[in-house]
């Protein structure tokens, strides 16, 4: 039987024992009542099945078709493709994807049909005899606007123009020309899958993914063995960095031919996106040994040497290109696009406008070298290059959208500090903005401080007015998972405002998040951009002033016990290709944990000493043989005793485990084995309780499952109290037997007496990273009206937020109350950032600031008020009144 199945929107074909046809699930029901037209002859049949990609062995009965079989599937060696009886421009073709342009041309000599010229024009672009090529492929397009002009000649003359268009300006009509011949080719013939492919070409080419992958699509669904098409979708998934996508592209081309180049090709540059260098260069050396003369891997090999940091190999590899492709820019562009995309931003200008300068009508280029300049934060040199390549193809989209960005960006305001420039939208905006300087300038000094580096010029902040405009800036680069994003120069955030949930992620402390992303900005000046991913994380971690929370905690020390944590060889696929929700804060937790560690055996004077191996170029087991004296592998394994070690300091993967207790309790009473209500509700206890550790709803599943781990290691019996008391004076400072006291006594008497807070203030000793009993002493001491007992309490679990301002309100009215005015105003200006457009945060912050003697902090936030409410005239006159205070406290007789 023979059965065609459609997978991913593509048909193929499977060969079983019977004869029967069935089509599951359907192809496209044009294609499928061809296939079954009554009346069709066996060699009607056949045809059609060599045209749809669905041909079987059969069908390739004669020389020409098994040539034209292994072209379709990329198999360049097949002896078909050298035989004289097959067709010149199928054996034209095949030396042409080899990269044998000299050979090709010979072989058309003497060729007129419309196929070989665009094949003749093909191989003059490898051998840079630029004016001859565009010669014949204006023939091409001349053909294509006879009136009369058939479905072949109609798409040779698109890509004709196409090709052309990468050579000399083509204008927006000659592009207009192109999509409206593919238009005419598809009606005279809907089935035809090569003008849907190159539909699909022509607009993923010009970056619109909306309508291009759909156009792929339907010409795979008409040609599961369109080799061009499914390439052109994977390249697609990699533009929007979508790996999984490009594999299973790769995938799609493999059951074509095992050995597809274009499958390899896919995987080169994902791995090289993926900073899986190592594994690019296994595959192209691969393709390279199979296709030495092949141009698209001998400009990956380029971008491979770039990116290992190897300046005499790049020139080396381009100069090979040139000798092979006179005047060549797709190795320079290759190299520039990538180089541009792992942040080496020099480097890659340098290459881009190589390229340029080699074909200066490619919009391509162009369009890159404009996306570098939005990213570095060179905006008028953007709007330059950007221009030039819409000047070039108008209907490119992420030219026109960069247009549109710097437009929209051009009437912000700016606020130039020391150390930073910040931009911001007019408006409401600006009073979050207009707190940054003094702050940034203070948060400067800590992060370069530690890391002993302070990089070149300003770093530019853009503050963006909500979610959609943030996630529209940072377009185009990989690994954002976040409201803020650093490509080193520049530092993009959205507002930390409350609102529709599409618009607006909430609440956040800026400060913090920019602490954060700051810390990326100097790494990646310290490195040259070389850094690691995983250790850019980690380090951007480690100086967050925010403790490590409880949810981390647990989720670290659930790794650890299951045998889970990341080797340093697996880390960075956790942030790039995670394959569970919990690989990448783990990564993140883990990441910053390995710091830690290195700070405790090695000191903190080995980060910069690692950092600058890495800027030098050494790859991470030469970096740290030379910072450190230990290879990876010995690293990893000296850390997980050290690692074990800290989880029981937090009060995790206690000894003895609960299991032992139980099994304890189950020898010395054998009626415990049955379970009870009151245990399982003791269970449900502990997981609603963790749930609520960190003074909040966890962030992510993962974290749900986090908080749920320790409950798991409860007991899910009632082990009586007597049995409880006696394991406790044995052990006092267990603290998953404290713990378990603890929830007996609230459950029997939910107010909290001595005796309970003594066993809170136990746990908390025994388990320092829960926040569970600042939670319940905070609540009681409230309770009692006793807020000064309180305030410790509060403190600790402030440290721990930054997206609520709740705690940090009630600090600084306690702190207020008490007299403690500067105290006050430093909690009151955590609240303001977390929330800046919540007027009564602002009213309590400025009366805050001008009791401690801060005017101009008290005018800052007036002048927040009179943004956020415009229509409230009493804000007009306070700021009237408090520039009086200001004027006269400056003023000689005062």
């Known amino acids: 039987m023979t059965r065609w199945v459609v997978m991913l929107g593509v048909a193929l074909l499977i060969r079983t024992a019977s004869g029967q046809i069935v089509i599951e699930p359907e192809l496209p029901r044009s294609v499928r009542s061809a296939l079954e037209a009554p009346g069709l002859k066996p060699s009607e049949q056949r045809e059609l099945r060599l045209r749809h990609g669905l041909w079987m062995p059969e069908d390739l009965d004669n020389p020409a078709r098994r040539a034209d079989a292994a072209l379709r599937c990329w198999r360049l060696d097949d002896e078909t493709l050298t035989d004289p009886a097959v067709p010149v421009d199928l054996r034209a073709n095949a030396l042409i994807r080899r990269g044998r342009a000299v050979e090709a041309e010979s072989l058309l000599a003497g060729c007129a049909d419309p196929g070989c010229a665009l094949l003749r024009a093909r191989a003059q672009m490898l051998q840079g005899r630029l004016p001859e090529a565009c010669q014949g492929l204006r023939s091409l397009e001349a053909l294509a606007q006879a009136p009369q002009a058939d479905g072949d000649a109609l798409r040779r003359g698109a890509e004709a123009l196409m090709l052309r268009g990468t050579l000399e300006p083509v204008g927006a009509d000659g592009w207009r020309a192109a999509a409206a011949w593919l ?57 929007a960095f979508d790996f999984d996508g490009a594999v299973r592209a790769a995938s799609m081309l493999r059951r074509c031919n095992p050995e597809h180049p274009l499958a390899d090709l896919l995987d080169v540059e994902r791995l090289l996106l993926t900073e899986d260098i190592d594994g690019a260069a296994a595959v192209l050396d691969r393709l390279q040994a199979r296709w030495p003369e092949m141009p698209e891997p001998m400009a990956f090999r380029a971008a491979l ?19 092979r492709f006179p005047g060549q820019a797709l190795g320079a562009a290759t190299a520039g696009r990538l180089l541009a995309l792992h942040r080496q931003y020099e480097a890659a200008e340098r ?60 009437g912000y305001r700016s606020i130039e500090t020391p150390h930073f420039r910040i931009r911001v939208k007019p408006g409401v905006d600006e009073a979050v903005a207009e707190g940054m300087p003094e702050a940034l300038e203070a948060m400067h000094r800590e992060v370069t401080d530690w890391f002993g580096h302070e990089p070149a010029g300003r770093t530019t902040i853009e503050l963006l007015p909500d979610h959609e405009f943030f996630a529209v800036r940072i377009t185009g680069m990989p690994g954002i998972h976040t409201m803020a994003a650093s490509t080193g120069p520049v530092i993009a955030l959205e507002a930390p405002r409350r609102g529709n ?13 920019l602490r954060h992303e700051y810390a990326h900005t100097v790494t990646l000046s310290q490195t040259d951009n070389r850094i690691p991913h995983w250790l850019t994380e980690a380090l951007a971690v480690r100086v967050e002033n925010r403790p490590r929370s409880m949810q981390t905690c647990e989720l670290l020390a659930r790794a650890l016990d299951g045998n889970r944590l990341f080797t340093l060889d697996r880390i960075k696929w956790a942030f790039v290709r995670p394959e569970t929700p919990r690989d990448r804060p783990l990564a993140y937790a883990q990441g910053h944990w390995m710091v830690q560690y290195i700070e405790h055996r090695w000191g903190r004077e080995a980060i910069p000493r690692l950092l600058e191996r890495y800027r030098a170029g050494d790859d991470e087991p030469a970096a740290m043989r030379s910072a450190l004296g ?22 995790l993967l206690a000894s ?51 908080a749920r781990w320790p409950a798991a290691k409860l007991p899910a019996v009632r082990i009586p109290d007597a049995m409880i008391d006696g ?28 005796t309970t807070r003594g066993f809170l ?17 905070a609540a009681a001491a409230r309770t009692a009206g006793d807020f000064r007992a309180a305030l410790p309490h509060l403190q600790r679990l402030d440290a721990l937020e930054e997206r609520d301002p709740a705690y940090a309100l009630e600090i600084a009215r306690l702190e207020r109350e008490a007299g403690q005015t500067r105290q006050a105003l430093q909690s009151v200006e955590k609240a303001a950032r977390i929330d800046g457009y919540d007027p009564a945060t602002r009213e309590l912050a400025a009366a805050i600031a001008i009791e401690a003697g801060e005017l101009a902090t008290a005018m800052r936030h007036l002048r927040a008020l009179r943004l956020l409410e415009p229509e409230v005239q009493r804000h007009v006159e306070r700021i009237e009144r408090l520039q009086q205070l200001i004027d006269a406290k400056a003023s000689p007789g005062d």
């Open 761 to 777: 203030e136990q746990y908390r000793d025994a388990r320092p990273v829960d926040p569970w009993p600042d939670q319940l002493l």
């Open 351 to 410: 290459l881009l406008r190589q390229a340029i300068e080699r074909r200066p009508s490619w919009s391509e280029p162009r369009g890159e070298l404009g996306q570098l300049m939005l990213q570095t934060g060179r905006d008028a040199e953007a709007r330059t290059a950007l221009a030039e390549a819409a000047e070039r193809d108008p209907f490119d989209k992420r030219s026109a959208f960069g247009r549109w960005l710097l437009d929209e960006m051009a």
């Open 305 to 323: 040497l770039a990116r290992r940091w190897d300046p005499s190999g790049l020139a080396a590899a381009l100069q090979a290109m040139d000798a």
């Open 656 to 706: 003895p485990s609960m299991d032992q207790f139980m099994e304890e309790a189950r020898q010395a009473d054998p009626a415990l084995s049955e379970r009870s209500a009151e245990a399982r509700i003791d269970r449900v206890d502990a997981v609603a309780r963790r749930l609520a550790a960190g003074c909040g709803a966890p962030a992510s599943g993962e974290a749900l499952q986090a």
């Open 183 to 239: 238009g005419r080719a598809r009606e005279l013939d809907r089935l035809d899958p090569q003008v849907p492919a190159l539909e699909g070409r022509l607009l993923i080419g010009r970056h619109n993914r909306e309508e291009g992958v759909p156009a792929l699509q339907q010409a795979i669904a008409l040609d599961p063995r369109a080799s061009s098409a499914i390439h052109d979708l994977g390249r697609a998934a990699l533009e």
């Open 501 to 513: 949930p599409r618009k607006h992620l909430g609440t956040y402390d800026w400060l913090e998040v």
């Open 630 to 651: 230990i290879d990876p592998q010995a690293f990893f394994a000296d850390f997980l005793p050290w690692a074990r070690e800290q989880v029981q300091a937090w009060g």
């Open 727 to 754: 394991w406790l004076s044995e052990r006092p400072s267990h603290p998953d037997l404290l713990e378990m006291r603890i929830r007996r006594r609230l459950k029997d008497q939910p107010e909290l007496n001595e």
